[in-house]
């Protein structure tokens, strides 16, 4: 192939919106092109590693027993209603009305697609399980769309569905689909890790987010450089030690007038947050519950809804917080609290401590010196862990201090169980013809952003380092004298060897200096660059070059050579 054939227009300049480096060398190296906020064009730069990133996905699930389907896009609103969706979904998912007035959504996801296809085909455990993917276009109303193809409107998703007659069978698909994830993932270069995320009301360890560690990364994931123990922020559980603090002297109240955060009476009292005892007021299916958290810690919402059992957990609004403790929120505290019998539960890490100050329940007062079992009523096993991990936590495996990292999140595997097949009334009959709902597991990888975090994962200063079998080519020979016919003999004699080799090639064939020919091999990546030119065929043949090492790595090598010296620098 021709660089000049190609439509490459590399930019020197980073784009104005783009903030993170992946973004920039994505648009700068002439893979994408953007339409509008969210929306870009994948040029045939960038639409070769696309393809060559889907292939690796489709080998891989077809090689573990999924089949390829494709459904529509354009999702009947019925579907989204028979699963309670339409609504909770809210303003992300775009809904529109065909001539007739009938609603519409444009796919975020499948899940009701899906159910109510392989409920319409199946109907006894012999012809379960299955697992059926398909690559498409999802579609999510952002906000605020950025990072290019991390955050977009429209972006390409592989989401794949598994239907199996009983948990534990679905157990099996889950593993297959994991054990993919692991060999695709690998296969495109990448270094992701499956990473612990919370499973809703499944329970188990049935839900992995796999993820590329950057610091560009928007999510927070706790990671035990020990064990490899690695969860979300959502889910990442931490080993507590018991506290035994010494004894204090009996509480009393300190006027701390128009300090409202943690922030504000530390300051005013000059001792760090962690001396505090952060009280908020949740209101948990309608009904207060104080939580309290270390003065430094933030409460993980996720945690309490799971150890509350509660189905809504929501902040307390103003009048259920001043009916609960009496003050405003403050001043709240778990030391004798307005409303009788109120429940309070508390992090793990305050079970024992003393000495530490709290709210009042009266506004512009904290209390100090209090001794959380001597002057709360919390019971003791309404201690739990509560909050949200941070570095040097304790980890829950292996007890040695956890790191926190930053993450992009490539792939999410989830098991589902019944929730959908329930909701369509999703039913096989076993042998002896009794029925029984299919269980759910449901797999996805977002495709367009799994080629973004290969680049956020690998690049330089001077441009992108892809991986040999995601490249858009493995090879450009960078011609220097197109217009010397036994030169550009040379370099179309290479291409087409090196191509009946089975290794694809881009030859740079324009009239430009051989500086910008480089600058642009190293913007956009190629794993090895040769160059051809008159000078180096006088002395002896044609330069190659891995991107990833320096110039001192530059060898000259005869022609008849190359193409077994350019196969094992790819090797
Ligand atoms: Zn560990």
């Known amino acids: 192939m021709k660089w000049t054939k190609m439509l490459i227009q590399t930019l020197r300049d980073d784009p104005q919106d783009a903030e993170i480096d992946s973004h920039k060398l994505l648009v700068r190296a002439s893979l994408v092109k953007k339409l509008s906020g969210g929306l870009y064009t994948f040029l045939p730069l960038g639409l070769r ?87 498409q276009w999802k579609f999510r109303d952002e906000i605020r769309p950025r990072f290019g193809l991390m955050r977009s409107k429209e972006f390409m998703m592989k989401d794949a569905y598994s239907f199996d007659v009983s948990m ?58 020990c064990c490899g123990y690695a969860a979300n922020l959502e889910k990442a559980e931490r080993k507590v030690a018991a506290v035994a603090g010494d004894p204090c002297p009996a509480y009393e109240e300190v006027h701390t007038p128009n300090a409202k955060t943690i922030d504000q009476v530390s300051a005013f009292m000059g001792v760090p947050g962690s001396a505090f005892v952060k009280s908020l007021i949740y209101s948990a299916d309608g ?16 945690k309490l809804k799971h150890f509350l059992e509660a189905g809504k957990l929501e902040l307390a609004d ?31 890490s305050l079970k024992g401590a003393t000495g530490r100050i709290v709210g009042a329940n009266k506004d512009d ?18 201690y739990a862990d509560l909050v949200i991990a941070q570095a040097g936590d304790i980890c829950p495996r292996c007890g040695k201090p956890m790191d926190l990292k930053r993450g992009i999140e490539v792939g999410h595997v989830f098991k589902l169980g019944t929730k959908y097949t329930d909701a369509f009334k999703a039913v096989y009959k076993n042998d002896q013809l009794q029925e029984s709902v299919m269980v759910m597991g449901c797999y996805g990888i977002g495709v367009s952003r799994t080629v973004q ?41 290479l291409e087409s060897a090196l191509e009946s080799a089975g290794v694809d090639v881009l030859v740079d064939d324009r009239a430009d200096r051989p500086g910008v020919k480089f600058k642009d091999a190293d913007l956009i990546g190629f794993p090895v660059r040769v160059v051809v030119g008159a000078k180096g065929l006088a002395n ?25 010296a350019i196969k094992a620098l790819l090797a």
């Open 168 to 225: 534990e069978a679905a157990d099996a698909s889950y593993k297959a689909m994991y054990d993919a994830y692991v060999r695709i993932f690998a296969r495109c270069g990448l270094k992701a890790y499956p990473v612990e995320a919370d499973t809703g009301d499944i329970g188990g360890k049935f839900s992995h987010e796999f993820h590329v560690l950057a610091d560009a990364g928007e999510d927070g994931i706790a990671f035990c450089p």
């Open 540 to 564: 002896g043949g044609v330069e190659v070059k891995r991107r990833d090492q320096d110039k001192s790595h530059m060898k000259i090598v005869p022609v008849a050579e190359a193409v077994a």
């Open 287 to 302: 009904e207060p519950v104080m939580v309290c958290v270390p003065g430094d810690r933030d409460v993980n919402e996720v």
């Open 453 to 493: 975090a290969v680049i956020e994962q690998s690049h330089d200063r001077d441009g992108i380092i892809w991986p040999a079998g995601v490249a858009p080519f493995q090879v450009v020979i960078d011609l220097l004298d197109p217009a010397d016919e036994s030169v550009a003999k040379v370099a179309l004699e």
């Open 49 to 135: 590693t696309f393809r060559k990133v889907e292939n690796i996905i489709r080998e891989e699930l077809d090689r573990a027993g999924a089949l390829e389907v494709v459904m529509p896009i354009l999702q009947p609103a019925e579907l989204w209603k028979q699963s309670g969706r339409w609504e909770a979904m809210g303003p992300n998912m775009f809904k529109l009305r065909d001539r007739a007035e009938k609603p519409y959504a444009l796919g975020p996801t499948a899940e009701e697609e899906v159910t109510d296809l392989v409920k319409s085909i199946v109907s006894s455990y012999r012809q379960l399980p299955v697992t059926v993917y398909q690559f």
């Open 365 to 382: 007062y904290h209390l100090k010196n209090v001794d959380m079992a001597r002057d709360t009523t919390i019971a003791e096993a309404d």
């Open 318 to 348: 103003y009048e259920m917080v001043l009916a609960a403790s009496g003050a405003n929120a403050g001043s709240v505290g778990p030391v004798k609290p307005a409303k009788a019998g109120l429940r309070i539960v508390a992090d793990m």
